[in-house]
């Protein structure tokens, strides 16, 4: 069979593959040349620098497309009505809708596009809640991702990269960008620094939910869990010269315990830091300054005065700069050793107790039981 079909290959006449690859190559360039054929179509327009439509409104439409960022994004063997797909003559009588990604963009596609989950994650969204109920302010993919110029995320210039996403949920939070960038996170991010939290790391990327929602990163029973993921490492907070214990600190509390058994109305990490306005406890405007302590701890405790928080929230009763509960611990460590301890030595003269008696027992008795000792 093996040898058969070699020589089957090998009497094949010579010109045979030659043009079975011609073909090929030349199928690609047809298709190639139609697309770009079918481009030219439309680029006869929009191709044209400065084309633009005036609105009744006095809105102008800047209809000007250039098409060379297309033909470097991830879709540059698509040709333009594959994305726009309503517009099926030229020229073209209606406005055309906007672009519907999800005709390629879901799992089992045979069009190529990237087959993963986070299709169906944001599906269930909150973004994509809001647009089901009619909330045109609501993101579609390409208010995300960019329209021509789609990139990988792992492409720093993408719109959806580490460098850029904030920036990009920005467009529409703009109030929450704001705090966000004035925050110790946010001037990290400036500076370059890599492990500095962006929008979709305390959010989620397609399967972003309010706080309300139970599955949420940043519902209240889930805060600090998100916080942790940097906040409980020490290879990342010692570089800053911030405690790791923060976390466990705050588990280790009155609030956390209390949350962790369903309380949610007790604090979280961001009832007392803010979610998007976190600033070092020592600057002023921070509300975990002691300036602010009465404001921050009284939205919940009525009453607040400075000193509530004296003592210190995040209190590691292992530390000696924890001040009174390090004594405190250290004391009741001391009592619990000094009371196992004496426990032990009762036990253990209790013990010497019984054998010497019984020692001193078998001295008095004769060595072999007699018949009046017999029971
Ligand atoms: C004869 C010129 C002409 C040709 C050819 C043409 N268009 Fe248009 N296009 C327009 C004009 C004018 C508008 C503005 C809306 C209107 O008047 O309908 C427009 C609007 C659009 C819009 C909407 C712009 C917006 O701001 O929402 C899209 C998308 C579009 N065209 C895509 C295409 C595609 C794809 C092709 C090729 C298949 C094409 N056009 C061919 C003239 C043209
Ligand atoms: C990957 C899909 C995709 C391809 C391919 C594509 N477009 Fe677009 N185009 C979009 C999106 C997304 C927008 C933004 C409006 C919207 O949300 O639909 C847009 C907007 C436009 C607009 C409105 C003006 C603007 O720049 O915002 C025109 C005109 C247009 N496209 C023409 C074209 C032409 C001509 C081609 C082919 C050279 C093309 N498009 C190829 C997705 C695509
Ligand atoms: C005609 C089908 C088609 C349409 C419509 C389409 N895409 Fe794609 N998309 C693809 C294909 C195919 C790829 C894979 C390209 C590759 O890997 O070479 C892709 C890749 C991507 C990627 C890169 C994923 C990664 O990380 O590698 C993103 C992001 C993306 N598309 C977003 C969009 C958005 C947003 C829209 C709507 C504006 C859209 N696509 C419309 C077919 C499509
Ligand atoms: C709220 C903003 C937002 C919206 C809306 C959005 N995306 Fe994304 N998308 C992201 C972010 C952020 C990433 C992650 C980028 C990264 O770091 O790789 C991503 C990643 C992707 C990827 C790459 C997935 C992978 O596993 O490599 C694809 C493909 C994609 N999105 C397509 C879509 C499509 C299709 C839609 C609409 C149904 C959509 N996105 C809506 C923000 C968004
Ligand atoms: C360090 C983590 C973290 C980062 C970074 C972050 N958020 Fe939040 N965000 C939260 C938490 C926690 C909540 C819930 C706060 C609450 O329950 O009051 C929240 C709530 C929200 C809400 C809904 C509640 C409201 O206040 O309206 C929106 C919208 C939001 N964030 C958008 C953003 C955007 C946009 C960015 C990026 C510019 C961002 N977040 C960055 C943690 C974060
Ligand atoms: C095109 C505008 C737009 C973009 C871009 C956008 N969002 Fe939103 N987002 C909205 C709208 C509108 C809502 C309100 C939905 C509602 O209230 O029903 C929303 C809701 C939210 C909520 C829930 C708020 C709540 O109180 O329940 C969060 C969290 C959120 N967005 C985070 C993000 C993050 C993170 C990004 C970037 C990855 C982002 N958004 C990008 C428009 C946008
Ligand atoms: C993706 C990692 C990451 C996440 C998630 C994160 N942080 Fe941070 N945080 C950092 C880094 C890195 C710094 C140090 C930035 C610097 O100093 O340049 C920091 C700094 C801080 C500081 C300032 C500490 C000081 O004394 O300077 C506070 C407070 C803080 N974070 C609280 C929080 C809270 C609360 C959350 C959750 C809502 C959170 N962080 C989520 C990485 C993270
Ligand atoms: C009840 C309010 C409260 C809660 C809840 C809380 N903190 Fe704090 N946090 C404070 C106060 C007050 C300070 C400043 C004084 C101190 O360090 O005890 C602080 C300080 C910090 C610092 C700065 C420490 C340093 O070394 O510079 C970080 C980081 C921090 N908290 C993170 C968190 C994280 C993460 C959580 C949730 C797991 C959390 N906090 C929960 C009130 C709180
Ligand atoms: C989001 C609301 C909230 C904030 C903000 C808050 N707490 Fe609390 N705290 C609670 C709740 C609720 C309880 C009661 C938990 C329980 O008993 O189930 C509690 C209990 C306590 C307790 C122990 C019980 C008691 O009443 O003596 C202390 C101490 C305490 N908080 C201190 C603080 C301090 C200090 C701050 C500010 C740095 C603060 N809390 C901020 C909600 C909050």
Redesign the pocket.
């Known amino acids: 069979m093996k040898t058969g079909r070699t020589r089957g290959l090998i009497r094949r006449p010579p010109g045979r593959a030659l043009t079975l690859c011609l073909v090929l190559l030349a199928a690609f360039l047809g298709a190639m040349a139609a697309r770009a054929q079918d481009d030219l179509r439309c680029l006869g327009c929009h191709g044209k620098p400065g084309f633009r439509k005036t609105l009744p409104s006095g809105q102008v439409l800047d209809l000007f497309v250039d098409p060379t960022p297309l033909r470097l994004s991830v879709h540059k063997d698509l040709s333009c009505v594959q994305c726009h797909a309503d517009v099926n003559e030229v020229p073209h009588t209606t406005m055309p809708q906007r672009v519907n990604c999800k005709r390629c963009h879901y799992e089992g596609n045979t069009m190529g596009a990237p087959q993963t989950s986070k299709y169906l994650e944001f599906d269930k969204s909150v973004h994509n809640l809001a647009l089901l109920a009619g909330n045109t302010k609501a993101p579609l993919c390409q208010d995300c991702h960019g329209g021509h110029f789609i990139l990988s995320g792992s492409d720093p210039r993408s719109r959806v990269s580490r460098r850029h996403v904030s920036q990009t949920c920005g467009t529409c939070h703009i109030q929450i960008y704001g705090q966000y960038m004035e925050s110790?996170?946010g001037?990290?991010l400036t500076?370059g620094?890599k492990?500095?939290?962006?929008c979709t790391?305390?959010h989620g990327e397609h399967d972003i939910q309010g706080p309300k929602v139970a599955s949420s990163s940043?519902n209240p029973a889930n805060?600090a869990n998100?916080?942790a993921?940097?906040?409980s490492k020490i290879v990342?907070?010692k570089?800053?010269?911030?405690n790791a214990e923060?976390v466990s600190t705050y588990k280790n509390s009155f609030h956390g315990i209390a949350n962790e058994f369903g309380v949610l109305k007790a604090a979280n990490?961001?009832s007392c830091?803010t979610?998007h306005n976190?600033?070092?406890?020592?600057d002023p405007r921070?509300s975990?300054n002691p300036k602010n302590i009465p404001k921050t701890c009284g939205r919940c405790h009525p009453g607040a005065n400075a000193n509530f928080a004296k003592g210190r929230i995040h209190v590691d009763p292992e530390d000696r700069s924890a001040g009174i509960v390090y004594w405190v611990a250290l004391g009741f460590k001391i009592l619990t050793l000094s009371t196992l301890a004496g426990l032990f030595i009762h036990i253990g003269l209790d013990l010497f107790r019984q054998v010497r008696a019984r020692k001193s027992r078998e001295a008095v008795l004769p060595a072999r039981p007699t018949e009046e000792n017999e029971p």
Not at 195 to 198: E, K, Q, R, Y
Not at 278 to 282: G, H, M, Q, S, W
């Open positions: 110790v996170h001037k990290a500076m620094n492990d500095a939290p962006v790391d305390c940043v805060v998100t916080c993921r940097c906040h990342i907070m570089k800053y010269g911030i923060q990490c961001a830091h979610a976190i600033l070092p406890p020592d921070s975990v």
